[in-house]
């Protein structure tokens, strides 16, 4: 067995179940192991700490398959996917939606396996060598696991390159048509573009803060910014609102969106092609007002080194927010960056609200559904935040 040795007193994250070995924490490496392949994890003082999968060209140089010594093979990954799928049974309603992320890579105890489930499709990504390594098996256990009809994949991720990967994408197993396929998620109709939506597909994580969404539109100007195929668009017009504006910079979104309008015979979305920020300045020197506006960016921080330009950029969007607002107005305002805590966002929120001279009070704070667990011993995963402001009325 390929083994990697630690550096003295370099064990205390794997001992807190932090699933990642990094380069400058390895003291020797024992054997021959290449990309993806199964190595033993000892401290400095021998004793075992893991079974991991190696990565060499990446600053992660492995990631814990098991913290247990046992052999990573076949039924490792047909008994972790089983555990996975399971969960997913007993914790959401099948009757709500048939999408939802099957596999929450190191949280589910699986690091770089990304499972969505669309329909009778399963997407896959794999974003670590050791993922990489095992692809077939994984393609092999999710169909037989969930008796989807195929497994698509969308490795093409940015992250891969740290990897040494390159991207892959494609029909795994099953048919490669139809590409385009319908989700339904509390009983609205979404398509998923296989070949260029964005992630998976879909941005799975916000289901449920979609439905809340839908619960608080009523009777309300709603705007939503980076609107992507029109998840909170179409539930804030499912839930009643007077008027939806949706913004995307993204053409190809857009037209999707559109098609999912009418589809769920939902019209009346005023549909926008363009950059949040300038738009919402434009319609601030115009004087347009709105009773909830969502805010769902992409992620400006990837990892903490970008924390401050990532600050200044929700700051600037979330001030512009509040002054958009009518007395008595909500907001949801969210983060998926890595890079900014749950805290941090708190801080730059309150502070666009202090700028934008706004008596704001924090109704509720939001996160991913159940699908999206976060191990607790790996904040990393603990990427999606959200609050609902109100504005004073
Ligand atoms: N709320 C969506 C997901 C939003 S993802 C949902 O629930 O499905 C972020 C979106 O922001 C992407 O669709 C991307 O095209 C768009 N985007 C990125 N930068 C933008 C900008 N500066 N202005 C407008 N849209 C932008």
Redesign the pocket.
Known sequence: MHKLILKPRREKSLKRLHPWVFSGAVASVQGKPGPGDTVEIRSGSGEFLGMAAYSPRSQIVARVWDWRARAIDRAFFYESIERAVAQRRALLDADATDAMRLVHGESDGLPGVIADRYGDTVVLQLTSAGAERWRETIADALLEVTGAARVWERSDAEVRELEGLTAMTGPLRGAREPTRIAVTEHALM?QIDLEHG?KTG??LD?RE??RRVRQLAAGRDVL?????????ALNALAGGARSVLA????AQ?LALARDNAERDRLPGVDWIE??????LRKRRDEGRRFDLI?L???KFAPTAAHAAKAARAYKDINLLAFKLLRPGGMLFT?S?SGGVSADLFQKIVAGAALDANAQVQLIERLGPGADHPVALNFPEGDYLKGLICRVAS
């Open positions: 979404f964005h879909f941005y916000q803060n979609r939503d910014g980076f609107c992507y195929t029109g998840g909170f913004i995307d910079s993204s979104a363009g950059d949040v920020f300038q738009l969502v769902d960016p992409p969210f998926c």
